[in-house]
């Protein structure tokens, strides 16, 4: 059964860091699109970024510089570095295989 | 970028109504649009791919239609568990977009 779990979110203040998980099973990371979507509360659904192979990876202009998106196929996880956070970067951040499966989501809340 | 206007942004409809939702594209997507139905608090539920392909394990009232720049997304008799918020989503290319949303209430 393909199952994604999202980890890592928590409160963070402005400027500050954080690293989100996407752990997979029942399926192989390294030869699917793995994408990241975030939904700020109350708000419409945002692509963030993808990653597949080994190179392939693009990012929303919005993080761009700001995020990076990573994998560890040992782990079969895909992970989202998330530096310089701004309140704007609020939201629920779901992990979503070939846009047919998601995780539950993972809440990122910034504020000082 | 890639824009994806939906429309409406929220209808009101009853039970048993035949129910369309639109979405448009700023340039031609060929079909490489999806439809996915999200409930509060829960992750977005893939409806319709490839523009008009049924999704397995979806309902037959739900369907999609369209290719290149207009698509729409027809539910043939509104069920009570259909009370959602509808989104499209564009991959054609990158950045990918989402349309705005449509919430159908009662």
């Known amino acids: 059964e393909v199952q994604l779990v999202e980890s890592g979110g928590g409160l963070i203040q402005p400027g500050g860091s954080l690293r989100l998980s996407c752990a997979a099973s029942?399926?192989?990371?390294?030869?699917?699109?793995i994408h990241w979507v975030r939904q700020a509360p109350g708000k419409g659904l945002e692509w963030v970024s993808v990653?597949?192979?080994?190179?392939?990876?693009y990012y929303a202009d919005s993080v761009k510089g700001r995020f990076t998106i990573s994998r560890d196929n040992s782990e079969n996880t895909v992970y989202v570095q998330m530096n310089s956070l701004r309140a704007e970067d609020t939201a629920v951040y779901y992990c979503?295989?070939?846009?047919?499966?998601w995780g539950q989501g993972t809440l990122v809340t910034v504020s000082s | 970028d890639i824009q994806m206007t939906q429309s409406p942004s929220s209808l009101s409809a009853s039970v048993g109504d035949r129910v369309t939702i639109a979405c448009r594209a700023s340039?031609?997507?060929?079909?490489?649009l999806a439809w996915y139905q999200q409930t509060p608090g829960k992750a977005p539920k893939r409806l319709i791919y490839?523009?008009?392909s049924l999704q397995s394990g979806v309902p037959s009232r739900f369907s999609g239609s369209g290719s290149g720049t207009e698509f729409t997304l027809t539910i043939s008799s509104l069920q009570p568990e259909d009370f959602a918020t509808y989104y499209c989503?564009?991959?054609?290319?990158?950045?990918?977009?989402f349309g705005g949303g449509t919430k159908v209430e009662i």
């Open positions: 979503a295989l070939n846009w047919a499966y």
């Open positions: 029942g399926f192989t990371i390294s030869s699917n699109y």
């Open positions: 990653i597949f192979g080994g190179d392939y990876t």
């Open positions: 340039q031609g997507i060929r079909n490489d």
């Open positions: 490839a523009a008009s």
């Open positions: 989503l564009q991959h054609n290319s990158y950045p990918l977009t």
